[in-house]
């Protein structure tokens, strides 16, 4: 086999480091790629290893000091195009305390996990040295076992060296088109969401106008995903329900009266997390569906009676004959 050599120890250093950025390039090949070189002589198996643990730390450096200051914020970032963003979000929070820091060491070949651990480790205040050391064996582990693959199958890989050759056009058609449309749809989908869900926002005065009419409304608190675990609010408005959003977007079926209408809310400003229950809501056939503008913060902002805990399940139903989805 004639390997081409057009891949050079910059082209190893960028691709890695953009993986690691969270940027859809596939590193693997090229780290395969090079090991394949390196058994051929054309690239030095160590420097290779080293460029690509530099790369990784460079960028789960950046991530860490993203997740120091603005935690919360970075790990909702990272979870957004998940299938479940909260639970994303949450599972990562859960093998950081089930296994610790060391959980970096093996964190770059478990997909997703790989690019939260970073941020996490930062929100979590765990020292720069110690995340620095381990996560430099998990670079280094990760690094040389795809560039060993590469070396020792260095003859079965030249379809993985000529994609690597044909980076460019490979990476705009194999990668960046099919990534664009995701995320084109994943948009037009949330505009649409929001579109839908514009005239049927409802502002915390009127909603309290409604509570004190006796309007049969059903309040339903959602546990937003978006926050620090732990940190929920035991604040409610009084009559609310409090519910997991996963729970009524996954709910095949939920019981709601004609004459009942539903009002969600979350703790946070913006209507997504609402409007994505609102839309699951009425992808089963419940269509009297009311988004709180503002969120919780409004109702505060307005000086409107708060509860110290939200109302129980059983008394929502009883009240107004709503079902919903058990615990």
Same mark, same amino acid.
């Given at each position: 086999?004639?390997?081409?050599?057009?891949? %050079?120890? /910059?082209? #190893? !250093? =960028?691709? $890695? &480091? +953009?993986?690691? @950025?969270?940027?859809?390039?596939?590193?693997?090949?090229?780290?395969?790629?090079?090991?394949?070189?390196?058994?051929?002589?054309?690239?030095? %198996?160590? /420097?290779? #290893? !080293? =460029?690509? $643990? &530099? +790369?990784?730390? @460079?960028?789960?450096?950046?991530?860490?000091?993203?997740?120091?200051?603005?935690?919360?914020?970075?790990?909702?970032?990272?979870?957004?195009?998940?299938?479940?963003?909260?639970?994303?979000?949450?599972? +990562?929070?859960?093998?950081?305390?089930?296994?610790?820091?060391?959980?970096?060491?093996?964190?770059?070949?478990?997909?997703?996990?790989?690019?939260?651990?970073?941020?996490?480790?930062?929100?979590?205040?765990?020292?720069?040295?110690?995340?620095?050391?381990?996560?430099?064996?998990?670079?280094?582990?990760?690094?040389?076992?795809?560039?060993?693959?590469?070396?020792?199958?260095?003859?079965?890989?030249?379809?993985?060296?000529?994609?690597?050759?044909?980076?460019?056009?490979?990476?705009?058609?194999?990668?960046?088109?099919?990534?664009?449309?995701?995320?084109?749809?994943?948009?037009?989908?949330?505009?649409?969401?929001?579109?839908?869900?514009?005239?049927?926002?409802?502002?915390?005065?009127?909603?309290?106008?409604?509570?004190?009419?006796?309007?049969?409304?059903?309040?339903?608190?959602?546990?937003?995903?978006?926050?620090?675990?732990?940190?929920?609010?035991?604040?409610?408005?009084?009559?609310?329900?409090?519910?997991?959003?996963?729970?009524?977007?996954?709910?095949?079926?939920?019981?709601?009266?004609?004459?009942?209408?539903?009002?969600?809310?979350?703790?946070?400003?913006?209507?997504?997390?609402?409007?994505?229950?609102?839309?699951?809501?009425?992808?089963?056939?419940?269509?009297?569906?009311?988004?709180?503008?503002?969120?919780?913060?409004?109702?505060?902002?307005?000086?409107?009676?708060?509860?110290?805990?939200?109302?129980?399940?059983?008394?929502?139903?009883?009240?107004?004959?709503?079902?919903?989805?058990?615990?």
């Amino acid at each position: 086999m004639t390997l081409p050599t057009e891949l %050079t120890y /910059t082209g #190893v !250093l =960028l691709a $890695v &480091l +953009a993986n690691q @950025l969270c940027l859809p390039v596939p590193a693997i090949v090229f780290l395969m790629a090079a090991g394949a070189l390196s058994a051929h002589g054309y690239m030095q %198996t160590s /420097t290779v #290893v !080293l =460029l690509s $643990v &530099l +790369a990784c730390l @460079l960028a789960d450096g950046l991530w860490f000091c993203l997740g120091r200051k603005w935690g919360s914020q970075v790990m909702r970032l990272l979870c957004r195009l998940a299938a479940d963003p909260r639970g994303c979000s949450r599972d +990562a929070h859960d093998k950081f305390r089930r296994y610790g820091l060391r959980l970096l060491c093996v964190a770059k070949f478990i997909p997703g996990l790989d690019g939260l651990m970073p941020p996490l480790a930062g929100a979590e205040a765990v020292s720069p040295t110690a995340f620095l050391a381990l996560d430099g064996i998990g670079s280094l582990i990760w690094s040389s076992f795809y560039v060993g693959v590469g070396y020792v199958f260095s003859e079965q890989l030249e379809i993985a060296v000529g994609w690597a050759k044909h980076f460019g056009t490979a990476l705009a058609f194999a990668i960046g088109v099919p990534f664009c449309l995701y995320i084109g749809w994943r948009g037009l989908i949330l505009i649409r969401m929001i579109r839908q869900l514009r005239v049927r926002l409802i502002s915390a005065p009127m909603l309290h106008r409604k509570l004190r009419s006796g309007s049969k409304l059903a309040l339903l608190d959602l546990l937003d995903f978006e926050e620090e675990t732990g940190s929920e609010s035991p604040q409610a408005i009084p009559g609310a329900f409090r519910i997991d959003p996963s729970r009524l977007r996954h709910s095949p079926r939920i019981a709601v009266p004609e004459d009942v209408e539903i009002v969600l809310y979350s703790s946070s400003r913006r209507e997504l997390v609402s409007a994505r229950a609102a839309v699951a809501l009425k992808r089963i056939g419940v269509e009297n569906v009311w988004v709180l503008e503002g969120g919780l913060d409004s109702w505060r902002e307005k000086g409107l009676p708060l509860s110290q805990f939200p109302e129980a399940p059983g008394a929502v139903a009883e009240r107004l004959g709503v079902r919903l989805p058990e615990a």
